[in-house]
């Protein structure tokens, strides 16, 4: 009975103020798409560094001849040196670097020919022209700066160069679009709890006279403010669900469809990151309809 | 059933107040009218019964509570405890009279079998049997406060408090309103009802508490409305009619012929 009652009340209630109703819904739907988008994109950059993060190390430049680097004065590196950097590596830094091993001018020779075996913008390198280097695979690949502070300055050592810094640009570019569509997401949402208080604040003023007679014959608070406050949370719900269902066809259509085939060595979100972002989405629109919901019930549906 | 104790009311700081210093007491199965005139304090008397307004100073008790210390998720069951019928009837107009009766029950909750088997019951009570489908616009006045006293009364209210009823109808429909009121007071439920209807209250002959600038200036077991100034006073062939009250006489003028 109660329960049959407040939803026909509810629905009673959403009908009355369908434009208001709609304007939330859309609301809604686009603030958290954008929040959603916000969270895919953050996604997509942790499996970027997942995937690409495993196959880069750090390089360890030994010097090579001719360098005018000052830790290179004494010319090329030699094998006490070398050695004394290994040891250093395995000692000061045994909890930090995972793997090591030696790339000889030879090996970095065959390296450079098979990537450009037709030479590298028409000059042909030989091996001498290669650099040696020590290869650093890191246990975590956030400790590149201890490890750049302790081997660089080394005698032997050219330069600790990390290969992530090549995805940085990248990641910050990714970095930038999530802080846009966080900002626009703010801002929408803002537009969204004021929007809700104003539908919600409309509809208890077009249903003042039910309240008025429900305060009086006894019904309790919760009553009272029940389905105004299941209006407000069922608009948000749906939008919510429509920002959940846009994301997944923007992630099927746009990016499994389409940009995975055409470039097909990145690892993407997929529809499975929409749907563990949609349950926040829908979590966060409750949360939206209730705050707004508690600024407005309690001044316009006073016992 | 209701007990004033001293109480006071004021709405504005420094204001003159709505209630000053009101001990009533109401026992169980009365019929009092609450007479006086427009702002004598009739209407802050029943708010502060219903608890829709508490008590600058002294107690009010309803039905055993202590109503101005009652807390707010308290006050739920005590107005179930009450009925209150208006002026206005204030009738939903998109519900029918059977909805509109049945909405009180829904809303606190009963189940729809004591529904079902309610609402006619008390429809027939209140002389309205047959009418339930009809809506508000559907009915005359005296048919739709008769709606209202309906739904006041379903939940069996101790009490019932009404505010002018019959402020809005005409002498012979409200002699019938009457007489329902005074038949739901015989099953044994207390009626407070404020009036300005002198007729009523002169031809019921029951207590009469009177008010006067939020003063109890008379309170009689089976009393009469009262001393009412004369629509038109003595004041001779003035220009200018006084505001009542201030019953000073014009001047006489005189012509005297030439």
New interface residues.
């Given amino acids: ?2 329960f049959q ?1 407040v939803l026909g009340e509810v629905l009673s209630g959403l009908r009355r103020n369908t434009t208001m109703v709609v304007a939330v819904v859309l609301v809604t739907f686009v603030s958290l798409t954008f929040v959603g988008a916000a969270a895919l994109l953050q996604a997509q950059i942790g499996k970027l560094k997942d995937d690409w993060y495993d196959l880069v190390e750090v390089s360890v430049f030994l010097c090579p001849q001719g360098s005018v680097s000052p830790t290179c004065a004494t010319g090329e590196a030699t094998q006490p040196q070398i050695d004394a950097v290994r040891q250093i590596i395995d000692t000061e830094l045994s909890s930090e670097v995972s793997k090591v091993y030696f790339e000889s001018k030879a090996q970095a020779f065959d390296a450079f020919s098979e990537r450009y075996p037709d030479g590298y913008q028409g000059t042909q390198l030989t091996e001498k022209d290669m650099q040696a280097s020590l290869r650093l695979k890191l246990s975590d690949a956030e400790q590149f700066a201890v490890v750049s502070d302790v081997l660089s300055g080394r005698d032997g050592v050219e330069i600790v160069e990390d290969q992530r810094a090549v995805f940085e640009p990248l990641f910050r570019t990714l970095n930038v679009a999530t802080l846009l569509a966080a900002g626009l997401a703010g801002v929408m949402l803002l537009a969204a709890v004021l929007l809700i208080t104003t539908t919600i604040r409309l509809s208890a003023v077009s249903r003042r ?2 309240t ?10 919760l ?2 403010q029940l389905p105004f406050l299941l209006e407000g949370a069922l608009a948000a719900v749906l939008g919510s669900l429509l920002a959940g269902g846009g994301l997944w066809l923007a992630v099927r259509f746009m990016v499994s469809d389409w940009l995975e085939r055409s470039v097909d060595w990145v690892a993407y979100v997929s529809e499975v990151d929409v749907l563990r972002v949609a349950p926040l989405l829908v979590i966060m629109a409750v949360a939206l309809a209730a705050l707004a919901s508690f600024f407005t019930l309690n001044r316009y549906t006073r ?1 | 059933m209701i007990r004033f104790e001293n109480v006071s009311k004021v709405y504005t700081r420094g204001a003159r107040p709505a209630l000053d210093q009101v001990s009533v007491d109401v026992e169980r199965g009365e019929f009092v009218f609450l007479v006086g005139a427009s702002g004598s304090g009739k209407s802050t008397f029943l708010s502060l019964v219903l608890r829709e307004q508490r008590p600058t100073r002294g107690r009010v008790y309803v039905a055993g509570r202590d109503v101005a210390n009652l807390s707010a998720w308290r006050v739920p069951t005590l107005r179930r405890q009450l009925g209150v019928v208006f002026q206005d009837f204030r009738l939903l107009q998109n519900k029918t009279v059977h909805e509109n009766v049945a909405f009180a029950l829904q809303v606190i909750g009963k189940p729809r079998h004591v529904i079902r088997d309610t609402v006619p019951e008390v429809l027939d009570m209140v002389g309205l049997a047959g009418k339930g489908k009809r809506m508000p616009t559907e009915l005359s006045g005296g048919e739709q406060q008769r709606a209202a006293i309906a739904r006041a009364i379903v939940n069996r209210p101790q009490i019932l408090l009404a505010d002018e009823p019959t402020g809005n109808l005409d002498p012979t429909t409200s002699l019938g309103i009457m007489r329902l009121l005074d038949r739901i007071n015989r099953t044994g439920t207390t009626v407070v009802m404020a009036t300005h209807d002198d007729e009523i209250v002169n031809e019921m002959r029951r207590r009469v508490v009177e008010l006067s600038d939020g003063v109890v200036v008379r309170d009689e077991a089976r009393g009469g409305y009262g001393e009412r100034e004369a629509i038109l006073p003595d004041v001779g062939a003035s220009p200018v009619l006084d505001a009542p009250g201030s019953g000073t006489r014009a001047p006489v003028q005189t012509v005297r012929g030439g």
């Fill in positions: 009975m109660r009652f006279k039910e008025e007679i429900m305060r009086l014959v006894g019904a309790s608070n009553f009272i016992i």
